[in-house]
């Protein structure tokens, strides 16, 4: 297996690594993430030694396209490394999976634009999809004010993304399909003013905040819509929704923090007598169940949402695009992988007693990092609602799908 580069120079001109790379280099990684964890939770940000080497392994480029110098991973490869990188720490492998898909866009925009954008090793995008923005029209681009949440990396992003509703001189522009008009607009990340709100119970070392512009002038070409354009780029991978990419890297996140929550109960029940208890925690039969139905738990929304993601994965390559069905498929198992995750990490919390609520426990962080991520948008409830109302041929806004 070949070395990932690692100096700037080996890194400039290099042939991006292949998904099998990827993976082995996380996996070597996430060792020395987990000996790092408190302090990248005591930052509330990725700490730049960490920025330079996931800049280095390509971990903010899995889903740029490969003409631009990334990795262009399918997305089951792109659950695996996320995964990988998670069992070290959830903050980092979420700042990953938040640039990954971020880089998707690139296929989106015309190739120079691209490439000024995307282009270098170092590049690193964020930002925030949702339209809490707003863009004017103005000759040659947009008169851009707004102020997003969520914003995930901003202090290591070179470009920021937000999503804002336009209008035009008659008023808010629509799609042709009659929907307002949400376009992202990419902006330098020193353009944005980041507000310190990143204060929280769990993914605390993602540097979430918030971010805001006030009459900033973007480009037309700096600018895309999920619902209107068609993608630049030929690869399966944009044919995928971005959407449920970014769902199914939550779930990547998620499946990661529960493997790793899982072993850490095991290495804790192998050494622990609980309190009035005779026998190892490992050897009382209410231990073994709880682990094996956490197991259980963790094996099958990672099993059906790999089994999903590929089979659609194959479509799109054969097809070039993918059914709305299929498409509500994709936000189904990646939904149900995050659920079966936090029930897995749920039962070995509670296994691990008193020791659990403990800062020197691991599982404590596992148990926060996991429930904050539920809340993202993507894998909440409600998408389980509109992924039904599709299967079931029922009218829905599925632009978000």
């Known amino acids: 297996m070949s070395r990932l580069p690692r100096t700037a120079d080996e890194v400039h ?18 060792s020395e993430l987990r000996a ?7 930052a509330r940000r990725l700490p730049e030694p960490w920025v330079r080497s996931f800049q280095r392994a390509g971990f903010f480029r899995l889903c740029v396209p490969r003409s631009l110098g990334g990795a262009e991973l399918a997305p089951a490869e792109l659950v695996r490394v996320l995964e990988a ?111 310190d709100t990143w204060h929280v119970a769990g993914l605390c070392g993602t540097g979430s905040h918030d971010i805001a512009v006030r009459e900033l002038r973007v480009p037309e070409t700096h600018s895309l819509s999920l619902l209107s354009d068609a993608p630049r780029e030929p690869g399966p991978l944009y044919a995928f929704p971005v959407f449920g990419l970014l769902a199914v890297g939550i779930a990547g996140v998620a499946l990661g923090i529960a493997r790793r929550a899982i072993d850490e109960l095991n290495e804790l029940a192998a050494r622990k007598t609980p309190t009035l208890a005779e026998r190892r925690l490992a050897e009382r039969s209410w231990t073994q169940s709880r682990v094996a139905e956490a197991e259980a738990h963790w094996g099958a929304g990672r099993a059906w949402l790999l089994e999903s993601v590929e089979a659609i994965s194959e479509r799109a390559a054969a097809q070039g695009t993918i059914p709305l069905a299929d498409r509500a498929r994709v936000r189904i198992a990646s939904t149900h992988a995050v659920r079966s995750a936090v029930q897995a990490v749920d039962h070995v919390y509670e296994l691990g007693g008193g020791s659990s609520p403990y800062r020197a426990s691991p599982l404590q962080r596992h148990f926060r990092d996991v429930h904050v991520l539920t809340q993202h948008l993507m894998v909440s409830p409600a998408s389980l609602e509109l992924a039904g109302r599709v299967l079931l041929g029922v009218d829905a806004d599925t632009s978000m799908l």
């Open 13 to 30: 001109g290099a042939t991006p690594p292949g998904a099998e790379a990827l993976w082995a280099e996380a996996q070597r990684l996430a």
């Open 85 to 195: 990188l998670a069992t070290g720490d959830g903050s980092a492998a979420w700042c990953a999976m938040i640039a990954s898909t971020s880089g998707a866009l690139a296929a989106w925009l015309e190739p120079d634009v691209a490439r000024r954008i995307f282009g270098t090793p170092d590049a690193v995008v964020g930002g925030v999809f949702a339209p809490r923005g707003r863009a004017e029209r103005v000759p040659g681009g947009f008169r851009a004010s707004g102020r997003w949440s969520f914003a995930s990396g901003c202090q290591h992003s070179s470009w920021l993304l937000g999503g804002c509703l336009v209008s035009g001189p008659d008023g808010p522009e629509r799609t042709p399909a009659g929907r307002p008009d949400v376009r992202l607009l990419l902006f330098p990340a020193g353009e944005a003013e980041i507000l």
């Open 36 to 42: 790092d964890a408190e302090a990248i939770e005591t």
